[in-house]
């Protein structure tokens, strides 16, 4: 790693961080000085995340997102390590299945909201009640364009994208003034989570996009530590689209 800035003072906790948008997240806002929380499934990976991001800097807590009582811990570990959390980032998301919504088990469909919407809702929850609700802070949850739009063949994961920006509006309003509540829309970020989306065809897949190539994490890394970020301290209750202007294509054609 190369030399770190001097420490900012903030802290940030952030989910689904041992690789792809979380981990983009997670080193933009280490970058700037934040001390951080990472949290994931995998122990090892999220170690190595930890030792990659810097360890005298980052903690791992490692767990299955829609689990209270991973949720409980993380923001516990976050508070006893650093005494504060100033930023969360809702990361954390799955989208186990592809095909139409009409033949969708319900079982899965629970899943991904249980994972996707709900444990958004409890880490908020909690990040409100340990320090964010007498201290001020900033929630900024990573949506999806599948929630702003129609998106065939993974319709469970952007109705439950579309229900997350809903849920940024609710939490914006209710926790305001103290905190501002964000989100951001990306559209296809080259994630083993989203290889399915372009994996052996990425340069026809990129041609879509007017500014010719697929998102990287560090894309969604920079936007989420302006939206953490003092210049944007009059911001609340926006869905921020990154998408390589892949929206301008709307109806073209």
């Known amino acids: 790693m190369t030399e770190l800035p001097a420490l900012s003072g903030k802290v940030a906790l952030v989910t689904g961080a041992s690789r ?11 970058a700037r000085g934040d001390r951080v929380c990472i949290t994931g499934r995998n122990e090892d990976a999220l170690k190595e995340a930890v030792e990659q991001l810097g360890a005298d800097r980052v903690i791992g807590v490692a767990g299955k997102a829609h689990d209270l009582a991973h949720q409980a811990t993380a923001v516990e570990r976050t508070m006893e390590a650093f005494g504060r959390v100033d930023f969360l980032v809702n990361n954390a998301g799955t989208n186990p299945v592809f095909g139409p919504i009409a033949d969708l088990d319900l079982d899965v469909a629970r899943k991904v909201f ?21 201290n001020g802070g900033a929630i900024v949850n990573i949506a999806s364009v599948a929630g702003l739009s129609a998106s065939p063949f993974i319709g469970a994961y952007g109705v439950s994208k579309a229900a997350m920006i809903n849920l940024t509006q609710q939490l914006a309003h209710e926790f305001a003034p103290r905190v501002r509540v964000n989100a951001i829309a990306p559209a296809v970020v080259k994630t083993k989570f989203a290889e399915a989306l372009y994996e052996g065809r990425e340069a026809e897949a990129a041609a879509a996009y007017p500014l ?26 926006q869905t921020l689209v990154v998408d390589g202007g892949i ?7």
Do not use: C, M
Not at 247 to 253: R, S
């Open 20 to 30: 792809g948008i979380g981990y983009g997240v997670a080193e933009a806002l280490v």
């Open 114 to 134: 249980e994972t996707n919407v709900v444990s958004a809702l409890g880490f908020a929850q909690r990040t409100w009640h340990a320090w964010q609700k007498d």
């Open 212 to 237: 010719a190539r697929l998102g990287v994490p560090s894309d969604i890394g920079g936007t989420a530590a302006f939206l953490t970020s003092a210049q944007s301290d009059w911001i609340t209750g």
């Open 247 to 253: 929206f301008l294509n709307a109806g073209v054609g």
